[in-house]
């Protein structure tokens, strides 16, 4: 199947710092990106939807100039957590739908291995 | 996107075929079932979908209902790399909306 990276897999940083989290689709090119926060014992909570040369499509709740969502290319998104704070430490996830396959309706997404975010 | 309810959480031994429920009565007629599973601090792993009819590949079957308002995904052989949370999603490609999923703890 098709492959989707997250980088980096683990990081912590200060209260008040910002922090970038990368996600990309490895062997196929992705008009579409999914980032997903999952805090522990919970399930993925979907933040935004990311389109390659576009504005993301965050979901209801979710700030928009806290996270802020790049997809400069189509096989590149990036997640920034602006001024975190450590309510923002969870489980980043990102995922991507294979432009290639058709775009047909039923395509399923290929999810990433996840960014653990620490914020002291 | 159909919003699902699974239990909670299964056991099955192992060797044995592991039967996930899912209920999703508010399906609508365009839209798949898509199953995933997620093992400890990774990324969802896909498994399976379909539409109406029942699909089988090699990790899993696709057991969904005429009316459509639920399905069952089965292991067929489960082994103690099969513990996981399983989750059951309703909807079309663009917007995935996870419900609680089953954990499913597989039983030497």
């Known amino acids: 199947g098709a492959v989707v990276s997250q980088h980096p897999s683990r990081v912590i940083c200060k209260s008040g710092t910002s922090v970038k989290i990368e996600c990309r689709s490895l062997?196929?090119?992705?008009?579409?990106m999914f980032w997903y926060r999952q805090f522990p014992k919970q399930s993925l909570m979907l933040m935004a939807t990311?389109?390659?040369?576009?504005?993301?499509?965050?979901e209801q709740g979710v700030e928009k100039d806290k996270f802020l969502i790049n997809h400069a290319s189509l096989t590149l998104s990036t997640l920034t957590v602006t001024s975190a704070h450590p309510e923002d430490s969870s489980f980043y996830i990102c995922?991507?739908?294979?432009?290639?396959?058709?775009?047909?309706?039923?395509?399923?997404?290929?999810f990433g291995p996840g960014t653990r975010l620490t914020v002291l | 996107d159909a919003k699902t309810t699974q239990p909670p959480s299964m056991d099955c031994a192992e060797g044995r075929a592991a039967n996930l429920p899912c209920n999703h009565s508010?399906?609508?007629?365009?839209?798949?079932v898509y199953w995933y599973r997620q093992i400890h601090s990774q990324g969802p792993q896909y498994i399976i979908h379909?539409?109406?009819n029942n699909e089988t590949n090699e990790m899993a079957s696709l057991i969904i209902t005429e009316d459509r308002k639920s399905s069952t995904l089965i292991l067929p052989h489960a082994t103690l790399r099969d513990t996981a949370v399983y989750y059951c999603?309703?909807?079309?490609?663009?917007?995935?909306?996870f419900g609680t999923g089953t954990s499913l703890t597989v039983i030497p």
């Open positions: 508010t399906i609508s007629g365009n839209e798949y």
């Open positions: 995922s991507a739908r294979d432009l290639l396959a058709g775009g047909h309706s039923y395509n399923e997404q290929f």
């Open positions: 990311s389109n390659e040369g576009s504005k993301a499509t965050y």
């Open positions: 999603i309703a909807g079309r490609f663009n917007q995935f909306y």
């Open positions: 062997d196929f090119q992705a008009t579409t």
């Open positions: 379909g539409l109406k």
